[in-house]
Each structure stands twice: as C-alpha cells, then as structure tokens.
C-alpha cells in the first residue's frame, strides 16, 4: 500500500516537472525585471525565462547575466536585441515570430517594460497584429519611489522624464501644475539641480523626494523643499546613479490663485509660449476665469513691452 502511495506520488512529481518543462503558450510576455537587487524577481519571471521559445532585451549582457545569477540556461535560445534605435529593423522580426507561433518575453533593461521604455511601440504592434499579450507583474522603479518619498499616496501621476532644456522643461512643467496628488519624474543625475529649480519655479515651493540607487547597496533618499533641494544639489558634484524626483500633491487653494499668483504664472508662460496658450493654461490651471486671466495677459505685456523699451533707451550708443 505504502508502496502504491509513494509511485502515485512520484508519478505527480514527474508530470509537475513536464509541465514546468513545456514550452509556454505563444504570446508577447513583458517581464518587470530587478532594478537593482537580482533578488527582487519575481519566480513567475524566472519560469517564463526558462520555458520561453525566444528572449528580448533592451540589453542582451543586462538580462543574459540576470539569468545566470538565478541559474536559467539560455539553452541556444535567440536572444534579440531590441531598443530606441533599432526598433523598426527588429520589430517585425518579432512580429514574424509571434505570427508563427513562438513565446516571446521581453525584458527593459531594469523595471517594468513599457514605463518610459522602447517596448510600447512593440506592444502596440504585437496587438495590432492580433498576438496575446502577458504581463508579468515585478519591481517598479515608480512605486519603489512613491512609497519611499514620504509623501501621499493616495493618488499620483508618473509624469516620465522632463524635456532636457530649461525653457521647454518649464513650459512642460506648467502643465502639471494643478494635477492632483503626488508627481513622479525620472531625471539625470547631471540634470538634477537644474530640474528641481526649474519645478521650483513652475510649480512653486513644494515639498520633494530625489532618490537614487533605488534597491542598490547605496540607495539615498533626500528630502526637502524643491527650491532647498535645488540648492544642495547645486552645491556638489553630480551624484552618479539612476535618480526619481517626488513632488508634493498641489495646494489645496491653487485654484483659488489671487491677482498675484496669476501674473506670476503667466510672466512666466508667456516668455516661453503664445498669449493664447498662456492664457489657456493659467486658466486650467487656476480656475480663474478666462476673461480674467486674458485682460491680465494683456496688461502684463503692455508692461513687459515698456519695460524693454526703456532698457533699450538706456543703454549706451556702440563706439
């Protein structure tokens, strides 16, 4: 009897290896993969891994050396390369793989595919083309983020990298002014006191997070005002490592903004964008009514206006 038990048991254990064995169902899978400690994946990841028919990387070394820290053979498996720059040369590569019938997992190089990551456009594609598409839950440098800042979590917006240059990052700051709850941004390192100075300015003082090396050994979080934070990082070398900028959810009275608030903000707009489109964002952005904010917007930049014409009366004839 005991005999029959421990066959029947055996029998299990050696159809639960097959199945761990057999290959997956054709599909795109998108594994959130480590973005720092190789611990944090998931098992799911790893089986996927191993039962896939074809792997694709962001960066073939990054994933290729993630799975031999856990010890999941390659087995003479394609390994494809696929990112910003050759994405219209490897996609339909992909695609042709998926149309025949084969389980593709994609890996970014850290993080959750498709959060600010070349995948979209491969998703979107995989879609279109009628492929089922998984999703594979794991680490996100975003929420990983959120929970260290400090800050409120009842709602948030990730807001993605802010443009590189001063004038349009302020523009495209203005915009998330009025936004409720939390901001998350990615950011260089090297683009760090810039950016937080430049939020200082387009969404006014609030309280911030600026982590990095998230999950690593020499994981910092830094917490202040934007403007103090901008000031520290302004005052020493820039840090190395991955950075998050958390911003606070805006005040609870920025839609009630007085005359003062909205010259300011639309001094600042208008510098950098039409009248029209200045009006139209200080108006969404403060509930003011729009008449309101258009005489004001016409007023400023008579101001302005006689402002330059005096500097230019002012300064001194060329010899």
Known sequence: MRGSKRLENADEQRQDSVEDCAPLSAGLYFAATPI???????LRVLDTLRRADILVAEDTRVLRRLMEIHSVPLAGRPLISYHDRNGPEARPKILRLLAEGKSVVYASDAGTPLVADPGFRLAEEAREAGATIVSLPGPSAVLVALLASGLPTDAFAFCGFPPPKSGKRRKWLAHWRSTPGTLLFFESPRRL????????????????AVMRELTKRFEETRRGMLLELAETYAAMEPPKGEAVIAVGP?????????????????????????????????????GAPRKLVYDRAIALRAQMAEAEAQNDDGEPEEK
Do not use: C, F, W, Y
């Open 36 to 42: 720092g400690t190789a611990a944090d994946i998931t």
């Open 193 to 208: 006191a810039e950016t937080l100075a430049d939020m200082g300015a387009a969404l006014g003082d609030r309280p911030a």
């Open 250 to 286: 805006a005040p609870a009275n920025l839609d009630q903004a007085g005359p003062q608030e909205i010259d300011h903000a639309l001094e600042e707009l208008m510098r950098l964008e039409s009248l029209k489109d200045a009006v139209r964002t200080v108006a969404e952005q403060t």
